[in-house]
């Protein structure tokens, strides 16, 4: 163990991961990366195009820019961020390697996604697939975007497979022991995944696949929408939770803490397998078709999510003070001055954690079946999850690659590259108070999100958004830089920063010694799924037998972009 | 100062537990209290036949008592129909609306009035122009090349 940059402790390997491994979790990040940078370019020609002060050339469609930023940003960059890390952590706590199967099985899920990706991309830069990352029928894109949506989609369950063989191999090795805490928590997050992605995949390989092929001639457009967001709202838990691993488990390591509690990020998570699902019906308070107890009943299971979060934030925060006051702290408040705010690994998530406060209590907002009324398809949403998504979220993911690619290079995490991975969260959280305050204030006066530069022929209410449409724009352009600099710290990372004399240990935290083993049955996990099976059941069956069966005809397919 | 954190986590999660029960006895009192809900219905229609399906065949408003009106509304690429009106202040105004083509959003900016229009489905919803002034009403859902025009003008004129 030595000192690290500024303050933060910076464990050398005992274990190092073998090449196989190391070439299978650096060709997800790699494809996170280009993604990312594809996502950006889109976003920032988007917010200066709402702005009215600077015309695109007419070739760029805004709505297929939208289409990209979406796709790009909301699957792929996610999912390949999340399978690498979850890959990683789950194959250092479960003995360091994968099997050679386990291996295998992880890179058959790579080239599904990959393929996916080409389709898409393919599909999306041909303009014959803008129809945005929700796709809603019956607006038709060609056959290979739906094609390649359920290959990214599908392809991702591969790699679930390799976090649960490698979880059940170690429980068989140590059939007493609670499992290690990061390979719980990859295997609560895939479950959570294997069941949000089933109401998706249903709906593109008996739906819209079928349908986009001419197949079939019309689409029941309510009941598609519904199997949609039976998967939309989870997603955003899935891209939650590697963030809370990263919180929970990486970051004690690093602030010379423990983790807190063996029980609470456990029951956390287990929470979320079970208040995730069964609440997709808070995306649709404004549907026809369904009857509005059955929306009050999911806005009512959405706020359970109210518990995990608050505990989240319990135990994080007691994690720091404890790390704190472990170096000497005594008053009040003094821990604060222990933690090493100069490392951007540390900084980037504690930021986003501040973000996530205003972007949870929006969240609840949207939730507020009656509320929702005011914000629902205005630009206050993606305001809403600029903060939660592309703030807590991103913040997250960008300290883990500043451990992630050290580690797997070899190479040294240098001073310099922390001074421009501060620079990064600087540039990251101005760009999005601008923007999404913009975004959130423009929400309240009425704009509508997914709309190109418009002033609705002069009408009144428009004179209202000119100031903040312009602050939205300017965000942008911050954001952009920040993730131009945090290519650059990448690519440095990647070939040009120092050899490390010794690899760089990729940080998992200890339990305190005080905290008590988990309960076993937070282990049982056919238990959990079964539970969630039937809130599932009780919250869905009854909307989903009605959309299929009132309807009196499908929708014939249009291309209207 | 030593930190009993067990106590403090007790009673932390008293306070969230709290938090969740008054939100949830909220929306609850507003839903079930004063009967507000989003807009619902359970009325399918055939979408290919939206313009020969009573009462889309002639869309437009209705009075249907005193000062409260039904607004018959096809939304669909890239204008709603009918277009501009004008009403009274102090209108009940009954909205029924559905989409021959794609899905599409009304909305009525500094109103409560957020419906969504999917094709297959009639929505309802029903709002009370208090103020007089001119309302916008905008597509809030993405549905083509030429969303970013669809739109129609209401005037709420004074009596």
């Known amino acids: 163990m030595n000192r690290g940059d500024d303050g933060a402790t910076i464990h050398t390997a005992e274990h190092e991961f073998p090449l196989p491994e190391r070439r299978l979790f650096l060709a997800h990040f790699i494809i996170a990366f280009f993604a990312l940078f594809l996502g950006a370019v889109a976003g920032l020609l988007q917010g200066i195009s709402r702005t009215g002060l600077i015309v695109l050339p007419a070739a760029i469609g805004y709505y297929q820019l939208l289409t990209l930023h979406g796709i790009m940003l909301a699957y792929v960059f996610t999912t390949f961020t999340i399978v690498g890390f979850l890959l990683l952590g789950t194959a250092k706590t479960t003995g360091g390697t994968f099997t050679p199967p386990e291996r295998r099985l992880a890179w058959g899920g790579y080239v599904l996604m990959l393929a996916g990706v080409a389709l898409d991309a393919v599909a999306i830069l041909t303009n014959e697939a803008t129809v945005l990352y929700t796709f809603y029928p019956p607006m038709r894109a060609m056959p290979i975007f739906y094609i390649g949506v359920f290959l990214v989609l599908f392809g991702s369950w591969l790699p679930g497979g390799t976090i649960f063989a490698a979880y059940r191999r170690w429980k068989k090795a140590h059939p007493d022991a609670p499992s290690p805490l990061f390979a719980y928590m990859s295997v609560a997050t895939y479950i959570l995944w294997l069941i949000a992605t089933l109401g998706v995949l249903f709906e593109l390989a008996f739906m819209l696949i079928p349908w986009s092929l001419g197949w079939m001639k019309t689409i029941n457009v309510g009941a598609a929408r519904t199997f949609f967001w039976f998967f939309g709202h989870p997603v955003?838990?899935?891209?939650?939770?590697?963030?809370?691993?990263?919180?929970?488990?990486?970051?004690?390591?690093?602030?010379?803490?423990?983790?807190?509690?063996?029980?609470?990020?456990?029951?956390?998570?287990?929470?979320?397998?079970?208040?995730?699902?069964?609440?997709?019906?808070?995306?649709?308070?404004?549907?026809?078709?369904?009857?509005?107890?059955?929306?009050?009943?999911?806005?009512?299971?959405?706020?359970?999510?109210?518990?995990?979060?608050?505990?989240?934030?319990?135990?994080?925060?007691?994690?720091?003070?404890?790390?704190?006051?472990?170096?000497?702290?005594?008053?009040?408040?003094?821990?604060?001055?222990?933690?090493?705010?100069?490392?951007?690994?540390?900084?980037?998530?504690?930021?986003?954690?501040?973000?996530?406060?205003?972007?949870?209590?929006?969240?609840?907002?949207?939730?507020?079946?009656?509320?929702?009324?005011?914000?629902?398809?205005?630009?206050?949403?993606?305001?809403?999850?600029?903060?939660?998504?592309?703030?807590?979220?991103?913040?997250?993911?960008?300290?883990?690659?500043?451990?992630?690619?050290?580690?797997?290079?070899?190479?040294?995490?240098?001073?310099?590259?922390?001074?421009?991975?501060?620079?990064?969260?600087?540039?990251?959280?101005?760009?999005?108070?601008?923007?999404?305050?913009?975004?959130?204030?423009?929400?309240?006066?009425?704009?509508?999100?997914?709309?190109?530069?418009?002033?609705?022929?002069?009408?009144?209410?428009?004179?209202?958004?000119?100031?903040?449409?312009?602050?939205?724009?300017?965000?942008?352009?911050?954001?952009?830089?920040?993730?131009v600099v945090y290519l650059g710290v990448i690519v440095y990372l990647m070939m040009y920063a120092p050899q490390a004399e010794r690899v760089v240990e990729f940080p998992i935290g200890d339990v305190r010694d005080k905290a008590p083993p988990p309960p076993p049955i937070l282990e049982r996990w056919g238990l959990w799924v079964a539970i969630v099976g039937a809130l599932i059941l009780i919250a869905y069956t009854w909307p989903i037998v009605e959309l299929l069966t009132q309807t009196k005809n499908g929708a014939p397919p249009l291309r209207s972009w | 100062m030593r930190l009993d954190l067990p106590r403090l986590e007790a009673l932390w999660l008293k306070i969230s537990i709290g938090t969740l029960a008054s939100f949830l006895l909220i929306i609850g009192i507003m839903a079930f209290g004063f009967h507000l809900h989003p807009a619902s219905s359970r009325y399918a229609i055939d979408p290919t036949r939206v313009n020969e399906t009573p009462p889309f065949d002639q869309p437009g408003l209705y009075a249907i008592g005193p000062n409260e009106y039904r607004a018959v509304i096809i939304a669909k690429l890239f204008t709603f129909i009918p277009s501009d009106l004008t009403i009274p202040k102090g209108a009940t105004v009954h909205f029924m609306i559905t989409s021959p083509d794609v899905i599409h959003g009304l909305s009525i900016p500094g109103t409560n009035v957020n419906i969504m229009v999917i094709p297959g489905q009639v929505n309802t919803f029903t709002y009370t122009f208090k103020r007089a002034g001119e309302y916008l009403l905008l597509c809030n859902e993405y549905c083509g090349a030429g969303h970013q025009m669809m739109m129609a003008k209401w005037t709420v004129k004074e009596e």
């Open chain 1, 236 to 483: 955003v838990y899935f891209w939650l939770l590697p963030a809370y691993i990263y919180w929970y488990v990486n970051i004690p390591r690093m602030i010379k803490g423990k983790i807190f509690s063996n029980l609470l990020p456990r029951l956390t998570f287990v929470l979320f397998i079970l208040y995730s699902i069964p609440v997709g019906l808070h995306h649709q308070f404004g549907d026809p078709g369904i009857e509005p107890i059955w929306k009050f009943i999911q806005a009512t299971l959405t706020f359970f999510v109210v518990i995990p979060t608050l505990l989240t934030a319990f135990a994080v925060i007691a994690m720091f003070e404890e790390a704190g006051r472990g170096q000497g702290a005594t008053r009040p408040f003094e821990w604060i001055k222990k933690l090493p705010w100069k490392d951007a690994r540390f900084l980037a998530p504690v930021v986003g954690m501040l973000f996530f406060i205003p972007g949870g209590a929006g969240g609840i907002i949207n939730a507020s079946y009656q509320l929702n009324q005011v914000v629902h398809n205005t630009l206050w949403l993606p305001g809403h999850f600029h903060l939660t998504l592309a703030t807590t979220v991103i913040l997250t993911y960008i300290a883990i690659t500043f451990w992630a690619i050290p580690s797997l290079t070899g190479r040294t995490y240098t001073p310099q590259a922390n001074r421009a991975a501060n620079l990064v969260v600087v540039l990251w959280s101005t760009g999005m108070l601008f923007m999404s305050t913009a975004m959130h204030v423009l929400g309240v006066l009425g704009e509508p999100r997914r709309t190109a530069y418009t002033d609705y022929a002069g009408a009144d209410v428009v004179e209202s958004w000119v100031f903040w449409r312009a602050l939205m724009g300017s965000g942008a352009v911050f954001l952009f830089l920040g993730i």
